[in-house]
């Protein structure tokens, strides 16, 4: 039967949602008190379902059936997988159960990522099940996802039997050994008498404390052994006690930094989303006025539309959110883990910061930037007892001159203005904007936005608001091409009522635009938009601006037509070419009933900016806008080897920019134009009507909101 979804409802309808964006709201006066928060986070675990109370307990049954059986009592409805002969006692026992819908994926891999998307969403474990063989091998890439990105998932593999394991038996894979170094734990089942104690192990360790995917293996013949069904409620881990409370010595010495800070910052990453600690977050954010950067991981986790998020850091942030960090005497690492893409080169990272690490994983304290005050323990109940301290100590923020510092970084460094760009003049279509405007239609208390890997992925990063956690949805640690499409079908499934979009581009989307089928068939109703370059535009952005333009392999042919593929699929779908084209394209991809893909072409000359190179430091910012200077700076380091290496090498003379006065006034290499020849900001003749004293009050007005996607032109980077 297809359509069920959307007809008959997902197991997390977009109520649940809208109960996120009240407790995205909620400040610590409104919400939980910190003992709560503490018992809340320590009773996590525990099943979501019947448990032991389940109406199958104490009956006699096949080990498949007692899987299956398992996972209704874990209160599992639906699962995503892709059968085969080991696991074929499984699938005979799924169809069965009157709870739980089973999702078919066209790839082993799909699966894994739908299952993937559907935990992000909800915040419960996707469960996805597999054979043995190639079918357990092609999960890797999936599971290594949802570990780099601390995603709970239960994988239940099929396996040959006992007896025949490590004989090279048909399908034979050891997937337990192969997924090791990617999961947070795993089991071979041995013995039916292990069964149900193994799944609710399972379902507890991948929930608690820093969530991960956990991985079941299943021997066919335990499969099809009979047993009795005894299902637990509690578990008995000794070597497994996460630390929830966070210890109340350290809470006390981090408030005491933040009363003394005059510069503080929040680095904010996914742990505010696992554990749902919004709504504490901003409350410390408006009782100190504390602004906060937010990771990849992060996005949704502080508002967008909270005038002290300065949004995204690292290697493609604002510039004035890596100045931030860059100046901060204090820094509060909320649930992030400081990862090369956000901190640049690490001996200069945060030079004169002291800083706070809050993590619930004690590894990931100290591992790359040593703590003054670490506290490990769940953040929403350290963020609670936080509040409680600066509460009791009537503290007040110290910090006014740098709010209005960072205001006038965020005026001056805008991501985008449309006098200081380059194409700006021609009539392509400018990504950044169509992101933007996708933002505009889009409510974003009933949306959820995912994303391929790539420069798209940093565009929507920029450009797209998101207000809610969990309505943003993107592969950070490992960056896998091919995640964000089956993702936004599992976050469809769990929220039949939102409106689901993947943001993708040409080459991530072929990835596995085969579970294009998987979402027709189900009456999944994902829509799909690619900024299609033709290219492997990251990587070809990286040979333009670091090889020399030496595209290795980064072209990519016409092919397929996408119009004509959805049309294949049974979707809808259309492409545009025009700037003038892209509001009306949204909003008929937006109002379709079904599955959707739009096409929007753009020149694969189009790069992401702002721009850390690899290795350089956080404020070595390159592609940055400056109003006050009226240029965009472009330099960029010269491939070792190349002739512009060579040439300074050797010291010989290098073509006069036409922007030279610009190069030696403010530093580097900056552009307008890169022919125009007339004056520049400040000289006579200049047709720049900003004057330097003037852009701080000018920009900082027109910055409120950002302009709208313009039919005239298309706009300009």
């Known amino acids: 039967e297809t359509g069920n979804f959307r007809r008959q409802g997902g197991d997390h309808p977009v109520s649940d949602i809208n109960d996120t964006k009240a407790a995205a709201g909620a400040t610590a006066a409104e919400g939980k008190s910190a003992p709560q928060a503490r018992r809340n986070a320590a009773t996590q675990g525990a099943p979501r379902g019947a448990g032991s109370r389940t109406a199958k307990q104490g009956r006699a049954m096949l080990g498949a059936e007692a899987v299956i059986a398992s996972l209704e009592a874990e209160g599992v409805t639906t699962v995503f997988g892709y059968p085969g002969g080991q696991a074929i006692k499984l699938y005979d026992a799924l169809y069965d159960s009157d709870q739980i819908t089973h999702v078919l994926a066209r790839h082993e891999q ?16 996707g469960v996805a099940i597999v054979t043995s063989g190639p079918g357990a091998t092609n999960t890797v890439t999936g599971i290594a996802t949802a570990y780099m990105d601390s995603v709970p998932l239960v994988v239940i593999t099929g396996q ?22 990617v999961v947070k734990h795993s089991y071979l089942l041995q013995s039916t008498d292990e069964l149900t104690r193994t799944v609710r192990e399972a379902f507890h360790i991948a929930v608690t404390g820093r969530p991960g995917p956990v ?59 696992a554990s749902e600690a919004t709504g504490e977050l901003v409350a410390l954010m ?11 991981m992060g996005k949704g986790g502080v508002p967008a539309s909270h005038p002290l998020n300065l949004g995204p850091v690292g290697m493609h942030g604002a510039k004035y959110s890596n100045m931030a960090m860059t100046e901060a005497d204090l820094i509060i690492a909320a649930g992030a883990r400081f990862s090369d893409r956000v901190t640049g080169r690490v001996t200069e990272f945060a030079p004169n910061a002291k800083i706070v690490h809050i993590d619930i994983d004690p590894a990931e304290i100290g591992k790359i930037r040593d703590a003054d005050v670490p506290i490990v323990g769940d953040l929403k109940g ?52 169509v992101i933007a405007e996708l933002g505009r239609q889009l409510d974003p208390a009933a949306s959820i936005v995912t994303t391929e890997v790539g420069q798209h992925q940093m565009w929507a990063h920029q450009f797209l608001p998101r207000e809610f956690p969990r309505t943003f949805l993107s592969s950070g640690g490992l960056g896998t091409m091919g995640f964000g499409f089956p993702a936004a079908i599992g976050a469809a499934v769990a929220n039949p009522d939102a409106t689901v979009v993947c943001i993708a581009g040409d080459g991530s989307f072929q990835m596995n635009s085969q579970e294009m089928a998987t979402a027709a068939i189900n009456g ?61 394209a949204i909003g008929r991809m937006l109002a379709a009933e079904g599955p959707y893909l739009l096409d929007v072409a753009i020149s694969p000359e189009q790069n992401v900016y702002p721009m850390v190179a690899p290795g350089a430091a956080l404020d070595n910012v390159m592609g940055a806008i400056d109003v006050a200077v009226g240029a965009v700076r472009t330099d960029v380091p010269a491939a070792p080897g190349s002739p512009r290496a060579q040439a300074a090498a050797s010291a010989a003379p290098v073509a006069a920019s036409p922007c030279a006065k610009l190069d030696a006034q403010f530093g580097g290499r900056w552009e307008i134009d890169p022919e ?23 920009f900082r007005e027109a910055d409120a909101e950002m302009p709208a996607f313009s039919e005239e032109k298309g706009g300009a980077r």
Not at 242 to 264: D, F, M, S
Not at 288 to 295: C, E
Not at 554 to 574: I, Q
């Open 524 to 584: 999944v109703p994902v829509k799909v938009m690619i900024l299609d370059n033709r290219c492997l535009g990251m990587v070809h952005q990286w040979q333009k601006l670091f090889y020399d333009k030496r595209y290795s392999q980064t072209l990519l042919e016409p092919v397929p037509d996408f119009v004509k593929l959805a049309e294949a699929y049974g979707w809808e779908g259309e492409r545009v070419e025009a700037p003038g084209e892209v509001v009306a």
């Open 215 to 273: 991985l079941i293996d299943i021997p066919s013949d335990v499969a099809g052994e009979t047993m009795v069904f005894q299902y637990p409620d509690a578990v008995n881990l000794p070597s497994y006690k996460p630390t929830y409370r966070g210890n109340a010595k350290q809470i006390r010495a981090a408030c005491r930094l933040l009363e003394e800070a005059v510069q503080p910052l929040l680095y904010v990453g996914g742990g505010v989303i």
């Open 382 to 433: 350290v963020l609670a007892g936080m509040l409680e301290v600066l509460e009791k100590d009537g503290a007040v923020p110290r910090d006014e001159q740098w709010i209005a510092d960072i205001g006038a970084w965020r005026a001056r460094y805008p991501f985008y203005h449309p006098n200081m760009a380059e194409n700006e003049q021609t009539d392509e279509i400018v990504p950044e904007l």
């Open 110 to 125: 799909g699966a894994v990522h739908m299952a993937d998307g559907y935990a992000r969403a909800t915040g419960r474990a």
């Open 676 to 698: 125009d020849t007339g004056a520049r900001l400040g000289q006579d003749g200049s047709t720049v009507d900003v004057r330097p004293e003037d852009w701080k009050t000018l």
């Open 286 to 296: 408006d009782k100190m006025q504390i602004p906060a950067v937010v990771t990849l």
């Open 160 to 181: 040959v039997g006992r007896g025949v394991i490590g004989t090279d038996s048909f399908q034979e894979s050891d997937i337990v050994g192969i997924t090791m170094p």
